[in-house]
Structure formats: C-alpha cells, structure tokens
C-alpha cells in the first residue's frame, strides 16, 4: 500500500520526516485528510494539531500556524512553529494565555497590537487543546 511522506519545518529546524497512512491537517477552512493519491493543493496552516496515522496508530503534533503543501504523496507543512504533543508545557501555555488576554483587556480593536494578542490566545488555546488530546 502506498504511503505518505510528511515533513514538518519550522524556521529553526526539520521537525519530523516520516512515512504515513493518513495526515489530518488544521488548514485555514478546517481540518482536512491527505491520504496517498491526494490531489495537489496548497493551504494554510492555523493552529491546532496535527495528526498522523500509520499501522492504526495516531501520532500528534501540535502547529502553530504556516503553510502545507501537497503533492505527489508528500505532505511538506511549513509551520511557523511546531512540537509533539508530550513535550507541550500546558502550565505555561496557560500563562501565556492569560497574559495575552490581559494585555487584550487594555487594548481596542484599532490598536495594532489587538490582533497580536488575539492570534497570542488562539495559538495557546490550540497549544493547550493539543495536548489535553494526548
């Protein structure tokens, strides 16, 4: 049976290269599945998990937004950050969280720093959502 290669790259570094059944992808218009024989596409990436299945099992991710491209059996996420589920520190993602939400609380939407904390909440919450799906 034909396989997937899914490659997670972050700015800093090559995430993961694996091979795959089935990737589940937190695109731009909401999850989607890549299996082997996908048509090509290009998506954004918003932040959320990523999952991988292989054999039955399911592996996850989790991305804090990007890009991915698919195309000949390959899945390439561009992520602007990345880590597996079991490594997320969720104390501090939640710290994190509340931190933004109280700079938000100061702010109004004309303030170019209100979409900065904004996006701050919802990549946390995904954070944290990601690793509560361990």
């Known amino acids: 049976m034909a396989k997937l290669t899914v490659e997670i790259v972050t700015p800093e570094k090559r995430i993961l ?59 390439l996420v561009l992520a602007d950050a990345a880590e597996h589920v079991t490594g997320i520190d969720v104390a501090s993602a939640r710290r994190r969280m509340e931190e933004a939400q109280a700079r938000l609380k100061d702010l109004n939407s004309a303030d170019a720093r209100y979409a900065l904390e904004q996006a701050a909440v919802r990549r946390e919450a995904a954070r944290i959502g990601a690793a509560e799906s361990r």
């Open 17 to 75: 290269s694996v091979q795959a059944d089935e990737a589940i992808v937190p695109g731009g218009e909401g999850l989607f599945g890549v299996r082997p024989g996908h048509t090509p596409f290009l998506s954004l990436v918003e932040p959320g998990t990523l999952t991988l299945i292989e054999a039955g099992k399911q592996d996850r991710y989790f991305v804090a937004g990007g890009f991915v491209e698919v195309s000949n059996d390959k899945v």
